[in-house]
C-alpha cells in the first residue's frame, strides 16, 4: 500500500543525516526528522553559502534570500488547498508550473530538490566545496525521505517538480536588474554630486574599496508593485549652524559615541554583520525568523511561508533603501562631526561604502519584524545566538555573547540603535528606516497568502 505524501506529517524511524555546523557528514544514524527539520536546514545552508561565498554584499544576499523564501514557499504551496501561490501577485511574475492533476507528490522531496537547484543558481560563483555541502545535504534529505516511498515515480515526480519551480523562479530572477551583481560591486567611475551635506568616500572604512556600493541597485524590480510605489522618506535639510535640527542630529550621535556602555558597544559590534565575516544583514533576519519557527514548531507551508516573507521583505527593503540613499546621496556622521563639531572625532564603528539616509539596517529589521509579528504576534521571546563562538573584538574590547529579546520589535529598534550607538547613523536615518520597512513589511502582508483571505464579491 503507498503511503499517502498529501499528509506532511513528520515521520519517524528514518535514516537522518548528521550535521555538525554547516558541514555534511556521509555517516547516518536514526532520529527522527519533523518536516520543520527540512524549512530550517535549508535555511541554515542558505546562510553558511552567502556567508562563505566571496564577493557577496548585503544588497545582493537580500536579493538572494527573497528568492531562496518564495522558492521554498512555492515548492510546497500545493501541499494545502487554503494557501495561494504568489504567482499573478509578484510583478511580473504571470505564472508558475503546478503539479500534475490526481498524481501524488511527496512535498518534502519537492522543497528539497527546489532549494538545492535555487541556491546553486543564485550562487553559481561559490566553490565547488560549497555546491558539494549543498548537493550532500539535498542528497542526505532525498536517502532519507524515500526510503519509507515504495513508488519510485513518486520520488522522481516531486524531484522534477521542486526543480522545474525553482528554474522558472530563478529564470524571472535574471530579469530584475540585480543579477549577477557581485560582478559589479563597487562603482569606481561614479561622479559623487557635490554639495553641503553630500555622502564622501570613508577614511575610516567598513571595506577595502571607497567606492560606493551597488549605487544602482535601486533601480531594480521590486517583489511586489506596491513596494516599488512607496513614497520616499524625507531627510532633514542641510545646516551647520548649531541651533538647526540637522547640526543636532549629528551632536547626538556625538554625545552617545562619547557615553557608550559597555551593552551598548556589544549591541554595535553584534549587529555589524560585515559581509566579510558573517551572512550580513538579511542573513541575520533570516536568522531570526529561524528562531522564531523553532520556537513555534508551525506546520511545514507556515514554515516556508515564514522564509518567503521574510526573504521578499528584506530584498524589496533594500531596493527602496539604496533607492532613496543614492536620490538623497547624505553624509555620514564621520564627516560632519569632524568638520563641524570635534576636528578629532571618530566613530565607534567604520563607515560602510554608501551614503546614510536611509538607514540599511533599520529597513530590513523593520519590515522583518512586522511580517514575523503578523505570522505570529509580537510578543515572542528569543535568543539570538548567531554570532557565540566568534573570536572577541579585541580593538574595541567585545565578546560575542548571545542577546535574548522579548518582542520582536524590540530586536528591530535594537538593530536600528545600533548604528546609532556605532555612530554611523543619525536618529532621523533609523527613523525613517524603521517607518520604511514597516511599510514594506504591510504590504507584504497585505498579499494573499490564503485563499479563504481572498475578498468576496
Not at 569606481?188 to 571607497?210: A, T
Not at 538607514?359 to 505570529?376: E, K, M, P
Request: glycine share 6%; net charge positive; aromatic share 12%.
Amino acid at each position: 500500500m503507498k503511503p499517502s505524501m498529501k499528509s506532511l506529517g513528520v515521520f519517524n524511524g528514518i535514516v537522518a543525516v548528521a550535521l555538525v555546523g554547516f558541514c555534511i557528514s556521509c555517516q547516518f544514524f536514526q532520529e527522527k526528522i519533523t518536516e520543520q527539520d527540512y524549512a530550517t536546514r535549508w535555511s541554515d545552508m542558505a546562510l553558511y553559502i552567502t556567508k562563505n561565498t566571496p564577493g557577496n554584499s548585503p544588497t545582493y544576499a537580500s536579493r538572494c534570500l527573497g528568492y531562496i523564501g518564495l522558492t521554498m514557499y512555492e515548492s510546497v504551496v500545493h501541499s494545502d488547498q487554503t494557501y495561494a501561490s504568489m504567482a499573478g501577485q509578484l510583478d511580473s511574475l504571470k505564472s508558475l508550473p503546478m503539479p500534475q492533476p490526481n498524481q501524488t507528490y511527496d512535498w518534502l522531496i519537492a522543497l528539497n530538490a527546489s532549494q538545492a537547484h535555487i541556491i546553486k543558481a543564485l550562487y553559481k560563483q561559490t566553490s565547488d566545496v560549497n555546491k558539494t555541502k549543498i548537493d550532500s545535504l539535498e542528497n542526505a534529505f532525498l536517502e532519507a525521505r524515500s526510503a519509507n516511498i515504495t513508488d519510485p515515480e513518486i520520488t522522481k515526480r516531486s524531484i522534477a517538480y521542486g526543480r522545474a519551480v525553482a528554474e522558472k523562479i530563478f529564470e524571472w530572477a535574471k530579469t530584475d536588474g540585480g543579477n549577477e551583481g557581485y560582478f559589479n560591486n563597487f562603482d569606481k567611475k561614479r561622479v559623487y554630486p557635490q554639495k553641503p551635506g553630500g555622502w564622501q568616500p570613508p577614511l575610516y572604512s567598513q571595506s577595502i574599496s571607497r567606492s560606493p556600493l551597488h549605487p544602482d541597485w535601486g533601480k531594480n524590480r521590486t517583489f511586489l508593485i506596491a513596494d516599488h510605489k512607496i513614497a520616499a522618506p524625507k531627510p532633514i535639510p542641510f545646516d551647520s549652524v548649531p541651533q538647526s535640527e540637522y547640526y543636532q542630529q549629528f551632536l547626538a550621535v556625538y554625545r552617545q559615541r562619547n557615553a557608550l556602555t559597555q551593552q551598548q558597544k556589544e549591541a554595535a559590534v553584534w549587529w555589524g554583520d560585515d559581509p566579510d565575516e558573517t551572512f550580513t544583514p538579511p542573513g541575520h533576519s533570516y536568522y531570526i525568523a529561524t528562531l522564531v519557527i523553532k520556537k513555534i514548531n508551525p506546520p511545514l507551508i507556515k514554515c516556508a511561508e515564514t522564509y518567503a516573507r521574510v526573504g521578499m521583505g528584506v530584498a524589496d527593503a533594500f531596493v527602496n533603501c539604496w533607492k532613496w540613499k543614492y536620490q538623497f546621496f547624505t553624509e555620514r556622521p564621520n564627516t560632519f562631526i569632524p568638520k563641524y563639531i570635534d576636528k578629532f572625532w571618530e566613530s565607534f564603528w567604520p563607515d560602510p561604502p554608501f551614503p546614510a539616509f536611509p538607514s540599511g539596517h533599520a529597513i530590513q529589521a523593520a519590515a522583518t519584524a512586522t511580517v514575523l509579528g503578523n505570522l505570529y504576534g509580537n510578543s515572542i521571546t528569543i535568543t539570538d545566538d548567531s554570532h557565540v563562538g566568534r573570536k572577541p573584538d579585541g580593538l574595541r574590547n567585545v565578546e560575542f555573547k548571545a542577546r535574548t529579546f522579548n518582542a520582536l520589535w524590540d530586536v528591530a529598534n535594537e538593530v536600528a540603535n545600533s548604528r546609532f550607538y556605532g555612530g554611523i547613523h543619525t536618529p532621523m536615518d533609523n527613523n525613517a528606516g524603521l517607518q520604511k520597512g514597516k511599510e514594506i513589511g504591510e504590504n507584504i502582508n497585505s498579499l494573499t497568502w490564503q485563499k479563504s483571505l481572498y475578498k468576496k464579491e
